[in-house]
């Protein structure tokens, strides 16, 4: 049987012929728009919902050089020259990875929700809480990069997925503090199920 006898033996068969378009409808809609979409703009290619390294994300956003590369510390960086904060957020953290001040209590409270912890040092009144806290005021980005564990199911290194942009909600205590966040964006259902998993 060739293709085209196959497509036409397909079309003939109207009820298989309307679930697989059911099927593919289902299937658009969780695969979101086929064009990216940047969130920090065009000249700035971080694809929403995509996977990055880390060093991926900071050469995208222009952040030091091959020869001198950033320091990120605590899994935050601070990029002036675009007034964005960016947050690596690793979600299943191991004693064997993470210090006991880097253990930080972040997770997804719903597809555009996320719960997150500053650093253990971070006061309500430091100049970097100030910059969370007023961060609707001051037109600031927070780019937030999530991975559900460190490593991967074959031992790599996992990458980052950028979840999008977020603003400022609430938050509670200090040193650290809690904050919740909105993404800009909610962010696609599988992810929010692996985030919500990942600490259960």
Not at 33 to 58: I, K, N
Not at 135 to 144: D, T, Y
Request: charged share 20%; hydrophobic share 40%.
């Amino acid at each position: 049987m060739s293709l085209d006898d196959g497509l036409e033996a397909l079309w003939k068969a109207a009820a298989i012929r309307s679930e697989l378009t059911e099927l593919l409808s289902i299937l658009a809609i969780e695969a979101g728009p086929t064009s990216a979409h940047y969130p920090l703009g065009d000249d700035v290619p971080l694809a929403l919902h995509a996977s990055y390294s880390r060093d991926e994300v900071l050469a995208a956003l222009d952040d030091g050089t091959p020869e001198l590369p950033p320091v990120v510390r605590e899994g935050t960086r601070w990029i002036d020259g675009i007034q964005t904060d960016v947050f690596f957020i690793t979600l299943n953290k191991s004693e064997k990875d993470f210090s006991p001040s880097t253990m930080y209590n972040d997770y997804a409270v719903s597809r555009d929700l996320f719960h997150w912890e500053t650093q253990s040092t971070t006061s309500v009144q430091s100049k970097t809480g100030q910059r969370y806290l007023s961060q609707r005021e001051n037109g600031i980005n927070v780019a937030m990069c999530v991975r559900s564990s460190k490593k991967n199911s074959n031992g790599q290194t996992a990458p980052y997925t950028f979840i999008g942009l977020a603003d400022y909600v609430t938050h509670t205590g200090d040193r650290p503090i809690a904050i919740t966040w909105k993404l800009r964006q909610p962010m696609r259902a599988a992810d929010f199920v692996n985030y919500r998993a990942a600490i259960a």
